[in-house]
Every structure is written in C-alpha cells, then in structure tokens.
C-alpha cells in the first residue's frame, strides 16, 4: 500500500451497544469489543488495523462513551490521549462525528476527516485503502464522499445511495455524484434497486473536510452547530473541558449524520460517492453473524466461541458460547442460539431483527441487570 | 376410596435415568426424583401416594439403584428398611420386579403384587384405584393382568395390547384376556390400530399372584429364575445377602418383562387387561413433557422451573429452566429448551426422540461429565 495521506484523520465513532446482537452486546460489552469475524481481535481493533496505513497511528481519533474509555486503550494501546473524544452521554452521530470535526478543524484547520464505524467488518483491506484514497481526493474537491456498496442481495436492513452523474476527479476515477439518498426500502422495491446497477448500500462512512462537514450541519442544525464550535472551543484547554461538556453536550441535538449531513448535501448536489469493491457487513444482526461466519454455506452451523462445547446433529444457523456449558442442538435449522452467563436468547435467523423489542422489554420489566 | 387390599403389596421399580429428558434427567437426577406434572412433588412421590390407598403405608416397595437410595428415602420418609430393595447395577425389569416379587412370596406365599413405574403421570387417582382393585381380583383368579390404556392418539411411541374374550370375574367387570401383545407400531399401523377400539397401550402395570409371575419367568427365563431363589433365601439374612447379591446379581439376564412374562402369557391366554380410564403418560420425551404442562393448548409455551426467568415472543414448546438465567425465546415454534447449570440442549418436539442420542454420543466423546 501506499504512504499515509498527509492531510488526512480518520474518525471511529464508537458508540452504540448493538442491541440486536443481545445478549453477546451489552452495555459493559459492546459489539465493536467483540471479534465477531473470526480475525482474532475485536472489530474496533480491526477497523483501527485498516485505517492505520491511510493516516499513520498518529492521526485516528476514537469518539466513544466515558465508560468504554479504559477499553477501547487497552484495545488501541498506541492512541494518543488527544486522539480520545469521550461523550458524557450518547447524542447520536452528528455530535459525535462533529465534535471530533470541530475539534480537529480547530486545530488544523484544512485537515479532512474520514469517519468509519468501529463496528463493520470489512475484508479485502487494500480495496477498502483504494476507496478511501479516491474518496478523499472527492474530499478535497469540497464535496461529502460516501463509499456505497454494491449491492449482493436485494437486502431491505440497508439504506440506498442511487449514483447520478460521473465526476472527473484526479486519483478518483470511478466517483459519482448522489442522485438521491434513500431509506430502507420494502422488500419489491429493494429488488428493484438491487435489478438496477446504479443502485449502491449506504455504508455510513463519510470523507470530507472537516469544515466543509461543519457548514452542512450548520445549515441543517444550527444550534446544534453552535454548541459543537463552543466544545470545541474549550476543547484543549483541560480547565475549560470539564464545565463546557457537562453544559452543552446534553443539550445537543440527537440526530444521525444521514439526517443531518448526507440527505440534504444529497439534494444540493454536494454528496459524492465512491463504490467499495471490498467484502462489508455491518453485522446489524445474528442472521448476519451467521452468514459472516458460515461461509456462505447453508446448512453449516457457525460457532462462535473460543471453548465451545457443541454437539450438533442436522442443526443450522448460529451457536455464540461464552460459557464452558455443553450445548446440544438436534434438527433446529436457521436457529440462533447465544449462550452467556446470565443470559439465553434462542431465536432464528428469520426473528434476528426482533432481538431489540426482547432488550426493550427487558428494560421495560425491569431485568436491565442483563443489559 | 375403599380400604387397603390386605393380600397386595405395591413393587415400584425406580431405575431408568430417562435419556430422552437429558439434561433435565441425569444419572444423579433420575426422571422420577422431578416434578415433571407441577403437581409439587416429585413422580416417585406421587407414584406411591396413588398406591398407599390400595396398600397401606407399609406394604409399598421400591426397587433402586444404590446410588439414589438416600434420595429414595428422602421421597419416602415412611418406607419400611424392609421395602427397600437395592439394585448394586441396573438388570432391566424382569431382574428388578422378579426380585421383589421372590423376596415378597417368601415373606408371604399368597401376595398379589402389582408393579408401577416411578415415573409415569397419572391424573385422577380414584380411577387408578378402581382399575388396579379389578386388576387384583383378576390376578386372584391365578391370572397375570396388566392396565391397558385406551388410546387417544394414534402414537408410535407405545406397544399395544389387542383385547380378547370377556373375562367373568366378581370386581372386575372390564376385564378381558389379552389376544395378543404387539411392538411400537408403524404409523400406519398405529392409525388402524386408533380406529380400531379393541387395541389398548402397554402402559407396563402388571398386576399378578407373586408366585404366578415367579412361575412365568421359571418358564421363559430358567437361569434368572434360579438366581432370584438364591437371592430370595439370602435376602432376609442380614450376613448373607451382601455376598449373594455380590456373586449373583451381575450374573442375571437383561430383559424386560414385557418378553419374559407378558408376551408369553398373552400367547398361553394367562395375560388379562383391564382398561384404564385415568389420565396416563409416561413422560417419554420432551415432546410429551411439552403436552402434559401446556394443557393441550398448541400455541402455549410450557414453562417448568420454580425460578424461571423467561421472555418469549411468539415461541411455543416447551422451556425448562434450572438456572437463575434470563431466557428469551423469539418466533420458535415447537421448541424444546432446557437449560441447566453444565448443559443446554435446544431441539423441537418433532426431534425430540433423539435427544437419546445426544446422550450416546457424550458418552462415546468423553463429555460424561454432564450425563
């Protein structure tokens, strides 16, 4: 691969629990500090491993909760403490995502910003490299650069980029503008978009200058916008830190960087998008953690779990043991099974997305002691 | 209920571990320590509350393994040193209730015995009454009888009896002879069988003069017979017996008493049958566990354990929970879970005859640990 990009600093938002993945995710144990790839590390360290070679192990910052700081630096012992961004409270990606871009505009004012989700996992890395590179060249140009995946599957968990016009960018041969952004779509429509080449996944990783990302948010949330340049303004100065987040960051608005970012610069022709030709998934669910880790073999039964104890006979789908229990599984296909100290969760493939009404519900009656 | 019947003496065999019910069923847990009907007590419990009426409280003996003798005595506080009779390893029941019954007509030349699982469930105990009372006056007449149950499923999972001539006996108005003695049945066959109203399931009570079943098994199986003489006259001698049972035991054959009594008596016309108009299971696999606590209602969702801590979404089947653990079910249908502290088995009713074979295979890979 090539040398780093000079002018370039890849953010991980590290956030959200993956509640849909309960019970392997929990609170104390979100997705992003699982290996759920079967690489050996967890996928924060992975996404960390691909970025390194774009921008140098100087230049990654990681926006994630207080409680996950002591974890995410054993996970990345080499991130400088500048690099850490740490929320008082989760307000949803455009915070995130902007306070880092504040932050880092602020201190290098023409630097553009990458920023990658700590719990995707993407194979084939010197594609993804190849992409970034063209993303940011996009980037430099003064545009929003999404990386949109070409579809493998009329899949209706992702929302779709349609690609519009070419653009002739230098070192970016096959960027496009976006016609339009558009949401998870129904399953007849999904296959007419999958039919329908031009039609890419929206993989939620977004290239730009930092204040070209800043003026997009200040034209969609202004407020929001001011209490980000406040943040920012306080931000290296270890006096002032403490007060201005514990004033400001509750109150700032929650809303994703689709929202706030990648639609509307999508209607004003300011949204680019490059395609990934590497393997993604962004394992929403144990109906892709089972596809991710069977090979793509049906009638396989994927384990996950470094002392399993499984014994299978005509089952299918997914085992996750993080107990030295003895799991049997007779005749159940497409089944999902996560076995953990204090909590079971047995379901299907086909229910994978209803896991997060089971969290809700725990809540609900009071059993949060397993979330 | 009327008195005890002075001249008969209840034999109850409690040895199978109940592989189907694994890991419920344990070799350390057998079947009949559990309360598997939720009636609060155990199915050895209930198996000699339903006898005491017709026996007394001191004419009831149990047949064991050594290993469960404490647990046994627990159950049964009231059980006379004398009416316990301790298996040194499992011989299968012609061994078990031959043994009773050799000890019993020493002790008492004219007992009528009648032997009874330990772990069938049976629901309206003063029809168990009356049947057992005619099935004592036919074993009076010198005859061996058995209860048959009247089928109401055209099931594969029992042996049948087909009823023959009226028999006219005083307190036995129901009883019949028993034409013939048939195998578990196809599924064919067990439909004609259903439409047919003279077959009866084997639900394996027989009812006999103590001498006149140690007379059948002298006819079939000469060798065990002899050794339960020689056991029989050591028995009541406190020196003697350890050493006899030592040299013998092991020594008898392994067969069920359906072959070495029932069928043969059938073919000689000296097996009787009177219907069981009770409820009657036997508990044979999770999938009959998953009937008998969902009341018949098939979108129910049995749950057994005292501290069950279960979330389910649209699941049915059977959960059978031993931990402390939260469980959640989503959109599993006909589902069998049954989660204890070393191992969880998953499968459905449909499977649920070869959890046996789970069992086999612990065995042969080393995991017996959790057996």
Not at 140 to 169: D, H, Q, W
Request: glycine share 8%.
């Amino acid at each position: 691969m090539a040398e780093p990009v000079a002018d370039f600093y890849a953010v991980i938002p590290a956030g959200g629990i993956g509640s849909r993945l309960w019970p392997l995710s929990r609170a104390d144990a979100p997705k992003f500090l699982h290996d759920l790839s079967g690489s050996g590390s967890t996928l924060l360290r992975d996404t960390w491993d691909r970025l390194e070679p774009l921008t140098g192990p100087d230049r990654i910052a990681v926006v994630t909760g207080r409680a996950h700081r002591a974890a995410v630096e054993k996970e990345l012992p080499g991130v400088p403490d500048k690099n850490v961004f740490l929320e008082s409270e989760p307000r949803d990606s455009t915070a995130a995502i902007g306070l880092a871009a504040a932050v880092l505009a602020r201190r290098e004012p023409d630097v553009i910003i990458g920023s990658f989700a700590a719990d995707h996992v993407i194979r084939v890395p010197h594609l993804f490299d190849w992409a970034v590179r063209q993303a940011i060249e996009v980037a430099r140009e003064g545009y929003v650069c999404t990386i949109g995946m070409p579809p493998t599957e009329p899949s209706i968990g992702f929302g779709y980029i349609r690609k519009g016009a070419e653009l002739i960018v230098d070192g970016a041969p096959e960027a496009s503008l976006v016609a339009s952004f558009v949401e998870k779509p129904d399953l007849e429509t999904a296959k007419e978009y999958f039919a329908d080449r031009t039609y890419l996944w929206n993989a939620g990783m977004f290239i730009s200058r930092a204040d070209v990302l800043l003026g997009e948010i200040a034209e969609q949330e202004p407020q929001l916008y001011a209490g980000l340049m406040d943040l920012a303004e306080a931000w290296d100065d270890r006096e002032q830190r403490g007060p201005v987040v514990d004033r400001i960051w509750p109150t700032l608005a929650k809303v994703a960087i689709d929202y706030s970012v990648a639609e509307p610069a999508a209607q004003r022709g300011r949204l680019a998008v490059v395609p990934g030709h590497f393997d993604w998934d962004d394992v929403g669910d144990f109906a892709s953690l089972a596809k991710l880790n069977s090979h793509g073999r049906k009638n396989d039964l994927a384990i996950l779990g470094e002392n399993a104890r499984i014994l299978s006979d005509a089952a299918s789908g997914i085992v996750v043991s993080q107990t030295d229990r003895v799991i049997s599984l007779i005749g159940v296909r497409d089944i999902v099974v996560v076995d953990t100290e204090d909590a079971l969760l047995v379901t299907t493939s086909e229910h994978a997305q209803r896991v997060k009404g089971v969290v809700d519900a725990l809540k609900l009656t009071g059993r949060g002691d397993v979330l």
